[in-house]
């Protein structure tokens, strides 16, 4: 989807006229004229936006075709970045929907639900490309060594999650991303287990990472384990090394855990 790409670093570059990091999809919204209002979810005077659970796009017929963004503006400033830049995307794709095509293989969507679920799919995947420069990011994350607080710190507009993502895909099959999190009075829960290549990953926590999310979780501070292990769901056995992040908020606590396996 060299196209959709391209439109990205395009509407870019027509917001910046230097390449960026992470760019601010609030600003590129603009830059490119396309409106975009703070809703609160279930209160816009549009009908079709008042049942929208969250940020959704419109075509503005009595302002000439002009399109719209609705975004909710309850949400955290991240999730509205997410859903802009999603929404931008979308558009995109409902103005050149020969695209579609490409991505379906030339079969035909059955219906309007389809092809929109398939629009909506497509607008996702990309959105973290919007939101995240990988000219940049590859070697942050190296730099770094994958501490998501200071990758958080020079990619603002970007989630802890979203950049756990981009790590994930430049991590190798075989790292696995692991999300637990804690909300206040609730009991701590896997959000997201998966794998490199985008698998979900059924494998249970192996108890080196049960340890390494214990310490995390205890002391909000990053934690990192080097072990020698037997993963039989891998045919593995060797070096892995572990990464704990938190993401602390008030209410409500985080744990971003990486496995690298040395070899595969
Ligand atoms: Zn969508």
Redesign the pocket.
């Known amino acids: 989807m060299e196209a959709i790409q391209q439109f990205i670093r395009e509407i870019i570059e027509a917001a910046y006229c230097e390449p960026v990091r992470s760019p601010d999809a609030f600003k590129v919204c603009e830059a490119i004229g396309i409106e975009r209002r703070a809703a609160l979810a279930g209160q816009s005077e549009d009908a079709d936006c008042a049942q929208a659970p969250m940020a959704m796009s419109v075509r503005e017929e009595r302002e000439g075709g002009r399109w719209i963004i609705y975004h909710d503006q309850t949400q955290r400033p991240e999730r509205q970045q997410f859903d802009v830049a999603?929404e931008i995307i979308?558009q995109f794709l409902v103005d050149n929907d020969d695209l579609i095509d490409t991505f379906t293989c030339g079969e035909e969507a059955e219906d309007a639900d389809q092809w929109r679920a398939a629009m909506?799919e497509i607008?996702v995947f990309y959105t973290k490309d919007f939101l995240i420069n990988r000219d940049f990011f590859e070697q942050d994350a190296q730099e770094f060594e994958g501490d998501l607080a200071a990758l958080k710190g020079l990619y603002p507009h970007a989630s802890h999650e979203v950049l756990a993502y981009a790590l994930l895909a430049q991590s190798g099959p075989h790292a696995v991303l692991t999300i637990i999190d804690e909300p206040e009075g609730s009991e701590r829960k896997i959000y997201r287990r998966i794998r490199g290549d985008m698998w979900p990953m059924r494998e249970p926590l192996l108890p080196e990472e049960r340890e390494l999310i214990q310490a995390c979780f205890a002391s909000g501070e990053p934690v990192r384990a080097e072990r020698d292990v037997r993963i039989p769901a891998w045919l593995y056995e060797g070096r892995i090394r572990l990464r704990a992040d938190p993401v602390f908020e008030p209410g409500w606590k985080r744990v971003v855990l990486f496995l690298l396996a040395d070899q595969e």
């Open positions: 999603h979308e909506h607008a």
